[in-house]
C-alpha cells in the first residue's frame, strides 16, 4: 500500500479547502490497516450515518462486504417526506424476515425530519445494513445494525411524461428465482445495474425484465401494470422483485375505485396486447408506457384515474 498527498485546493468562489489524498491498493495483498472509507458523492446534499452527520462508513460493514441490508427511497416534498410511514412499515418487514436489527419507526422518523428540514426538496434514501461483522458469511450472532440517511437531487425528468408517457423496451438481463429474497428491497442490485447498462438513449425511459422462465416482473426502477379491456394486471412477486410502496398504494386505490385486480404470472407476449401500461415507484409516481418495442400505446383512462387518485393521497400528505 502506498499513500500520497495533493495540496490543498479551493474551487473558485469556495470558502472551504479540501485535503485530497490518494491510495494505491494492490489487488494480491490484505490491507488490514484501512478501517473506514468515505462514501461520498456530489450529488448528496447531506448524510446520517447512526443518526450522526457524516459520510464515513466502516469498511467492516456487512452493507458494503456483502449486500447484507436493505433500503427503500422515497420523495420530500416542501419538507415533507411523502408516505413516510409506508416505507417505514415495508421496511421494518424486510428487516424482519432478514433478521436485520430495525431501529425504530420513532428514530428514523426523527432523522428523516432532520434531513428533510436541510433539503426540502429531494430524494430520500434509507439503508439498513446488519452492521459490523467479521470475514465470511455468517452473520454474528448479536450485531447493532447499521442505518444510513442520505439526500439526493431529484432528477429532472420532463414533466411532459405524466401526460405523455414514455418509451420503453424489454432487457436482456433476466431476474434470478428466489422465494425467499421476494418482494424484499434488498441492497443486492446487481441485476438492475447490468440491464439498465443496456442501453444509453436517452428517448427510452424504462427497461421492462423478465425472470429465467420468461415471466414479467417489473422494470429495472419500477413496477409494472397492465390494463386489459378495463382490469387491472401487475406480475405476480412471489418468486423475484421488489414489492414497491407505490405498487401497493395503486393496487389499493384500484381496489377503493371499484376496479378488477389480478397478481399474475404474465408473459411477455401480453404486454403487446394491454390497451393501457404504466410504471410506479415513490419518485416518479406513475408513468404512463407510450412506446414498448415499436408498439404504441395511448394514455389511458384507468392510467388517468390511477395517477389523480395517487395526486390525491400527496396532497393528503402535505396536509397531515
Not at 495533493?6 to 494492490?26: D, N
Not at 472509507?37 to 462486504?65: H, M, P, W, Y
Not at 422462465?213 to 386489459?228: K, Q, R, T, Y
Request: hydrophobic residues 40%; charged residues 25%; contains cysteine.
Amino acid at each position: 500500500m502506498r499513500f500520497g498527498f495533493c495540496p490543498t485546493y479551493r474551487k473558485i468562489g469556495q470558502t472551504e479547502c479540501h485535503h485530497v489524498e490518494f491510495i494505491w491498493l494492490w489487488r494480491h495483498k490484505r490491507h488490514l490497516d484501512l478501517q473506514t472509507i468515505c462514501v461520498t458523492s456530489e450529488v448528496s446534499s447531506s448524510a446520517l450515518v447512526n443518526g450522526k452527520s457524516t459520510r464515513f462508513l466502516d469498511i467492516a460493514d456487512r452493507g458494503l462486504q456483502y449486500g447484507d441490508g436493505i433500503f427503500t427511497t422515497l420523495s420530500v416534498q416542501e419538507g415533507v417526506a411523502i408516505f413516510l410511514d409506508r416505507h417505514l412499515k415495508r421496511l421494518q418487514a424486510d428487516a424482519l424476515r432478514l433478521n436485520i436489527p430495525f431501529p425504530g419507526v420513532e428514530i428514523l422518523t426523527e432523522e428523516v425530519q432532520r434531513i428533510g428540514h436541510m433539503n426540502s426538496s429531494c430524494v430520500l434514501k434509507i439503508m439498513l445494513t446488519r452492521g459490523l461483522g467479521g470475514r465470511g458469511y455468517l452473520p454474528p450472532k448479536q450485531s447493532q445494525g447499521t442505518r444510513i440517511i442520505s439526500s439526493h437531487p431529484k432528477p429532472d425528468y420532463p414533466k411532459s411524461i405524466r401526460e405523455s408517457g414514455v418509451k420503453a423496451r424489454f432487457c436482456d438481463i433476466r431476474l434470478g428465482l428466489n422465494p425467499h429474497l421476494a418482494g424484499i428491497k434488498h441492497l443486492n442490485r446487481l441485476e438492475q445495474v447490468l440491464a439498465r447498462a443496456e442501453w444509453d438513449d436517452e428517448g427510452i425511459g424504462e427497461g421492462l425484465m423478465l425472470d429465467h422462465e420468461g415471466f414479467l416482473v417489473e422494470g429495472v426502477m419500477s413496477n409494472l401494470f397492465l390494463v386489459n379491456s378495463g382490469m387491472l394486471r401487475t406480475p405476480l412477486l412471489e418468486r423475484c422483485g421488489v414489492a414497491g410502496v407505490m405498487r401497493g398504494l395503486v393496487l389499493e386505490s384500484a381496489v377503493f375505485l371499484g376496479l378488477a385486480v389480478e397478481q399474475a404470472r404474465i408473459l411477455p407476449e401480453e404486454a403487446y396486447d394491454a390497451d393501457e401500461i404504466f410504471l410506479t415507484n415513490s419518485v416518479i409516481g406513475i408513468w404512463p408506457v407510450s412506446l414498448l418495442d415499436g408498439k404504441a400505446y395511448p394514455v389511458g383512462s384507468i392510467t388517468r384515474l390511477l395517477t389523480r387518485r395517487i395526486d390525491e393521497m400527496v396532497a393528503r400528505e402535505h396536509q397531515s
